[in-house]
């Protein structure tokens, strides 16, 4: 018996309902695998996948790919070494994407920063993505939506989806939800689960003029004037593009919720009501300021909505202290950063023991979270398992920012750098199981691992 899932109800209680009739959807596409989300996570997904020589689909809701990296336009990924700058921990496609935009003059390396490794022209990389994903030979739709999961006897076999041309169903042998939310898990009823403490969301945008705030603090008026202009106090970071005067501001703090459509639309809004109350503030209180709003994302940046129950759940332990897993599909060194909902600031925690409060306006506060030892971690690892969903679909892989991590955990994997990893391991795993005959769940880790090296990855 065929049935198609609905999507659950967020935000206000209907007061009434209005009935859909049945209806026959066409199958627009049939493919091996079929990728939902075009983030670099997704993209990167397809990609193994294209490369091991399978078909493949990638569903993409906006007009471009790249996700927050492109669309949100964080332009800076974060450092392939270990802590202490000794090892590197991870290559495949991060590098390679970084090597074509380097050749572009859009893309600049910094060494041994914690806060940054590259930073990048979002505009260019959207245009590099397209060109890796058709050199694949991965059928992409753009502007195309998730509705609903399509499951068969108990086997989820198609997507419905709707764009442009109407709605329609993509037929796969296999599923990798790369939504950023779970979208697909969280249709199909497997079990999620949200955050006591979801860190905030933020509104990243272009600047013209950046630069006639140089020598001046402007950090320090926005903090003074903030109240006045509702603005929740937070954490600013900034990167200029690569050869061009325009600088990338991340200074907004979004509270609502983007996990219903209620508070996605109102984040969006608030953000930015944000970025030109900051640009505001700034050329009216400092002299000599010119600054003026050039580009503002797509899409919010969005740090955490609801994670998906894998067989694993990684935890904050299991970061801090370094744990190290025999199924590791990835491996970081960025920080425990934790962007706080219930005061202002945030937390950086490192591997070595330390830890630093920082509050705009405020003397950083220094200490550690646990005793010094003679020897630290310096990288910390992400299991296969913690992408396996739980549930009985058998051909369905998460990868991104949702897999199953506690909040501790989440605060420092939840980077582009070691999201994209997963992706990677998702797509090859995806391939394995479907050469092997078997679910996602019992595809052999040191298989899985040796595949991954082989084309690219370090598996330590």
């Known amino acids: 018996m065929a049935t198609a899932m609905h999507p659950r109800h967020h935000g206000p209680m209907p007061t009434s309902f209005l009935h859909e009739p049945a209806r026959e959807v066409p199958v627009i596409q049939e493919t091996d695998v079929c990728v939902l989300g075009g983030s670099c996570t997704g993209v990167f997904a397809a990609i193994r996948a294209a490369r091991l020589g399978l078909s493949v689909t990638l569903v993409e809701r906006m007009g471009s790919f790249g996700g927050v990296a492109t669309l949100s336009m964080v332009n800076v990924w974060h450092s392939p070494y270990d802590e202490v700058f000794k090892k590197q921990i991870f290559a495949g496609l991060t590098f390679e994407v970084i090597d074509r935009l380097k050749k572009r003059g859009a893309a600049l390396q910094h060494e041994n920063n914690p806060s940054y490794a590259w ?16 050199e694949n030979r991965i059928t992409p739709w753009l502007h195309t939506a998730f509705v609903a999961p399509h499951v068969e006897n108990g086997r989820l076999t198609a997507i419905i989806v709707e764009n442009k041309s109407g709605r329609g169903a993509i037929k796969a042998r296999f599923f990798i939800d790369a939504t950023g939310d779970g979208d697909l898990c969280h249709r199909l009823g497997l079990a999620t689960y949200t955050s006591s403490h979801a860190q905030p969301s933020t509104t ?12 001046k603090d402007w950090g320090k008026t926005v903090i003074k004037h903030a109240a006045e202009y509702n603005i929740p106090e937070g954490f600013a970071w900034g990167a200029y593009i ?5 600088y990338m501001l991340a200074g907004t703090r979004v509270y609502d919720s983007c996990a219903d459509a209620a508070g996605f639309t109102r984040a969006e809004i608030e953000g930015r009501r944000q970025v030109r109350a900051i640009s505001d503030i700034v050329n009216k209180h400092i002299e000599g300021a010119n600054v003026r709003l050039h580009t503002l994302p797509a899409r919010i940046g969005i740090r955490e909505t609801r994670h998906v129950r894998c067989q694993y759940q990684l935890t904050g332990p299991d970061v801090l202290h370094g744990r190290t897993f025999p199924d590791a599909i990835a ?12 005061k202002p600031g945030i937390t950086f925690r490192y591997l070595d023991g330390t830890e630093l409060y920082v509050r705009p306006g405020h003397p950083g506060q220094q200490g550690r979270w646990r005793p010094e030892t003679d020897t630290n971690p310096t990288f910390y690892q992400i299991p296969y398992r913690s992408i396996v969903p739980e549930g009985p679909y058998g051909n369905v892989l998460a990868a991104g920012r949702f897999i199953d991590a506690d909040e501790e955990a989440h605060a420092a994997i939840r980077v582009m750098v070691n999201m994209n990893q997963t992706g990677e391991a998702a797509g090859t795993a995806a391939y394995l199981a479907l050469k092997n005959n078997v679910a996602a769940r019992d595809v052999k880790p040191a298989l899985l691992r040796g595949v991954l090296a082989e084309n690219g990855s370090i598996m330590l």
């Open 331 to 342: 491996n970081g060194s960025y920080r425990v950063d934790i962007h706080h909902t219930e």
């Open 119 to 134: 930073n990048f022209n979002s505009a260019e990389m959207q245009i590099e993505l397209d060109e890796m994903v058709l």
């Open 242 to 246: 690569p050869n061009t005067k325009v």
């Open 204 to 215: 990243c945008a272009h600047f013209a003029g950046w630069e006639t705030l140089d020598g």
